[in-house]
């Protein structure tokens, strides 16, 4: 049985069968943003968010946090470039939630304003407001079976902006696909610092939004952050993978 229901940030929805131990739901040009399947994978790694969060910015330190990376791996295994598949969101918000400024990287295709195949695409909301995009040049769909996808995220605040960016971008399919601050946005922002960024929020509500079959693993590597006035960077080297077939 198949069905399909509307994403929140999708905008073309038809039908795929995916077999991964058993059958369950697939939805084109949804994204990952309200993913059951995501949360049903971290609570295996209960123990290991736990502990990534008790070393985070957010569990407090000296100073204020001005900056913080993380850094991705995605292994794609048996990409259909027809049928758009697999399709991923990332989201990494700075104040611990999507209820205000939050962004969304899409992989393998485009979200908004409606459903494009292929390619990458970043997006800036305030909570359910859209409030800008910019993509990457390479508009392919993954096509490359075995390639292992690696990037870094980050926000960086500075004199009243908060500033997200991909960086150290590398894909068979897609090359460098941040290069040329392809993938960076800055906005005005209240925040005073970056102590309430949460890395849960970025487990929870990433994922695969279709096709998780199609995707070996998707691991969060590694956080890196940094106190303001300080050019030292903490890092929390804890791969935690929230790959959807771990639990569908």
């Given at each position: 049985v198949t069905r399909t229901r509307p994403g929140r940030f999708g905008g073309r929805f038809s039908n795929e069968l995916v077999q991964v131990g058993r059958w369950r739901d697939a939805q084109p040009g949804e994204g990952a943003m309200t993913s059951s399947v995501a949360r049903r994978a971290l609570r295996g790694s209960a123990m290991a968010l736990a502990l990534l969060v008790a070393a985070s910015p957010a569990s407090g330190g000296d100073g204020?946090?001005?900056?913080?990376?993380?850094?991705?791996?995605?292994?794609?295994?048996g990409p259909d470039a027809l049928r758009t598949a697999p399709q991923v969101?990332?989201?990494m918000s700075p104040a611990g939630g999507i209820d205000s400024d939050f962004f969304l990287l899409s992989l393998n295709h485009w979200s908004y304003p409606g459903f494009e195949p292929g390619g990458v695409q970043l997006q800036h909301w305030n909570g359910e407001n859209w409030r800008s995009s910019k993509s990457a040049s390479n508009e392919l769909p993954l096509d490359t079976d075995g390639e292992t996808i690696r990037w870094a995220q980050r926000l960086t605040l500075s004199d009243c902006s908060l500033t997200y960016e991909v960086f150290n971008a590398e894909s068979t399919t897609w090359g460098n696909f941040a290069a040329g601050e392809a993938l960076k946005i800055t906005t005005h922002t209240e925040l005073a610092r970056l102590n309430g960024y949460?890395?849960?929020?970025?487990?929870?509500?990433?994922?695969?939004?279709?096709?998780?079959?199609r995707v070996s693993s998707l691991v969060l590597?590694?956080?890196r952050w940094r106190f303001d006035g300080d050019d030292e960077y903490q890092e929390m080297v804890a791969p935690i993978?929230?790959?959807?077939d771990l639990d569908p």
């Amino acid at each position: 049985v198949t069905r399909t229901r509307p994403g929140r940030f999708g905008g073309r929805f038809s039908n795929e069968l995916v077999q991964v131990g058993r059958w369950r739901d697939a939805q084109p040009g949804e994204g990952a943003m309200t993913s059951s399947v995501a949360r049903r994978a971290l609570r295996g790694s209960a123990m290991a968010l736990a502990l990534l969060v008790a070393a985070s910015p957010a569990s407090g330190g000296d100073g204020d946090v001005v900056e913080i990376e993380e850094h991705w791996s995605l292994a794609v295994g048996g990409p259909d470039a027809l049928r758009t598949a697999p399709q991923v969101s990332m989201v990494m918000s700075p104040a611990g939630g999507i209820d205000s400024d939050f962004f969304l990287l899409s992989l393998n295709h485009w979200s908004y304003p409606g459903f494009e195949p292929g390619g990458v695409q970043l997006q800036h909301w305030n909570g359910e407001n859209w409030r800008s995009s910019k993509s990457a040049s390479n508009e392919l769909p993954l096509d490359t079976d075995g390639e292992t996808i690696r990037w870094a995220q980050r926000l960086t605040l500075s004199d009243c902006s908060l500033t997200y960016e991909v960086f150290n971008a590398e894909s068979t399919t897609w090359g460098n696909f941040a290069a040329g601050e392809a993938l960076k946005i800055t906005t005005h922002t209240e925040l005073a610092r970056l102590n309430g960024y949460l890395p849960a929020t970025s487990l929870s509500e990433s994922g695969i939004g279709y096709a998780g079959n199609r995707v070996s693993s998707l691991v969060l590597e590694k956080l890196r952050w940094r106190f303001d006035g300080d050019d030292e960077y903490q890092e929390m080297v804890a791969p935690i993978d929230i790959d959807a077939d771990l639990d569908p």
